[in-house]
């Protein structure tokens, strides 16, 4: 697809609404004709856009192999996510894309131990990818998942990480969340520590997401554990505006996360300055 195409926008019908978490909605989006908006691949976006009130750049959650429709995870944090939080399942949105380079899945994953790293909603990026790998299982190898929320009731995609990630053969979960709660019989600690305590070897290739000082503490933790930044992925779409490099928001130093990225390896971040 050329920059023009993904600049077009589509018209798509909200299909589904489905509550994750108090502040997290996944919305299943196919065309009026229903069909699926547009191929992407693993750690792309979209602009999704209600016209009136705004529009905002969301990672892509469903995976590549589906072929009925796309899904984003978005969490209630300004004027365009609350409008959409408002929505009701035959509503009409826009979306346009996809924008950014994906995660290197049939090059630099295939074949290797897997080690994803998330936090919060950075749980949402990494989702695409991990069903990829759940459906081209014989590519990949065993595949381990951390994943952190202040709650038990943060957990976004709770109900599949149990039913499903959680069954797959030589996937493991491992759940955590950042203070003691009556229900919750789980590990409870921070992200960075409970890497270190799960002290994993470092014949993986790591991918990691959340917020911007979780993702500093984690990789402090896995260098410690022997991992180079080589080793190491982490996605930046948050700073994605127009997702085509032209409106500057994205420019850190040399670089356009949108044209880029989002998807960068970790050595390469060392590259950009400081205001990162």
Same mark, same amino acid.
């Given at each position: 697809?050329?920059?023009?195409?993904?600049?077009?926008?589509?018209?798509?019908?909200?299909?589904?609404?489905?509550?994750?978490?108090?502040?997290?909605?996944?919305?299943?989006?196919?065309?009026?004709?229903?069909?699926?908006?547009?191929?992407?691949? @693993?750690?792309?976006?979209?602009?999704?856009?209600?016209?009136?009130?705004?529009?905002?750049?969301?990672? #892509?959650?469903?995976? @590549?192999?589906?072929?009925?429709?796309?899904?984003?995870? #978005?969490?209630?944090?300004?004027?365009?996510?609350?409008?959409?939080? *408002?929505?009701?399942?035959?509503?009409?949105?826009?979306?346009?894309?996809?924008?950014? /380079?994906?995660?290197?899945?049939?090059?630099?994953?295939?074949?290797?131990?897997?080690?994803?790293?998330?936090?919060?909603?950075?749980? *949402?990026?990494?989702?695409?990818?991990? /069903?990829?790998?759940?459906?081209? $299982?014989?590519?990949?190898?065993?595949?381990?998942?951390?994943?952190?929320?202040?709650?038990?009731?943060?957990?976004?995609?709770?109900?599949?990480?149990?039913?499903?990630?959680?069954?797959? @053969?030589?996937?493991?979960?491992?759940?955590?969340?950042? $203070? @003691?709660?009556?229900?919750?019989?789980?590990?409870?600690?921070?992200?960075?520590?409970?890497?270190?305590?799960?002290?994993?070897?470092?014949?993986?290739? *790591?991918?990691?997401?959340?917020?911007?000082?979780?993702?500093?503490?984690?990789? *402090?933790?896995? #260098?410690?554990?022997?991992?180079?930044?080589?080793?190491?992925?982490?996605?930046?779409?948050?700073?994605?505006?127009?997702?085509?490099?032209?409106?500057? $928001?994205? /420019?850190?130093?040399?670089?356009?996360?949108?044209?880029?990225?989002?998807?960068?390896?970790?050595?390469?971040?060392?590259?950009?300055?400081?205001?990162?």
């Amino acid at each position: 697809m050329t920059d023009f195409e993904t600049l077009i926008p589509v018209i798509g019908v909200v299909t589904d609404i489905r509550k994750d978490t108090p502040d997290v909605k996944t919305f299943r989006v196919v065309t009026r004709e229903g069909q699926k908006p547009f191929i992407h691949k @693993p750690g792309q976006c979209a602009m999704v856009s209600i016209p009136g009130v705004g529009e905002a750049m969301f990672s #892509i959650t469903s995976s @590549p192999t589906n072929k009925e429709f796309l899904e984003f995870s #978005i969490k209630k944090c300004g004027c365009l996510t609350t409008w959409l939080h *408002a929505m009701e399942v035959g509503q009409e949105v826009t979306v346009r894309g996809p924008y950014g /380079n994906p995660f290197p899945v049939e090059t630099e994953f295939k074949g290797k131990d897997m080690l994803f790293i998330a936090g919060g909603i950075g749980l *949402a990026p990494l989702r695409s990818v991990i /069903n990829y790998i759940r459906d081209n $299982r014989a590519n990949y190898g065993k595949v381990d998942i951390v994943y952190g929320s202040r709650s038990m009731d943060d957990l976004v995609d709770f109900n599949e990480i149990k039913t499903e990630w959680m069954n797959e @053969p030589d996937f493991n979960v491992h759940l955590t969340i950042d $203070r @003691p709660q009556p229900e919750w019989d789980g590990h409870v600690g921070f992200v960075p520590a409970f890497v270190e305590e799960l002290g994993f070897d470092t014949n993986k290739t *790591a991918v990691l997401c959340g917020p911007p000082i979780m993702i500093k503490f984690t990789l *402090a933790s896995l #260098i410690k554990l022997g991992f180079d930044k080589t080793q190491v992925y982490t996605t930046l779409e948050l700073r994605m505006k127009c997702g085509v490099g032209k409106c500057g $928001r994205c /420019n850190v130093g040399d670089k356009y996360v949108c044209k880029d990225g989002p998807v960068f390896r970790c050595d390469q971040l060392d590259e950009l300055p400081n205001e990162y």
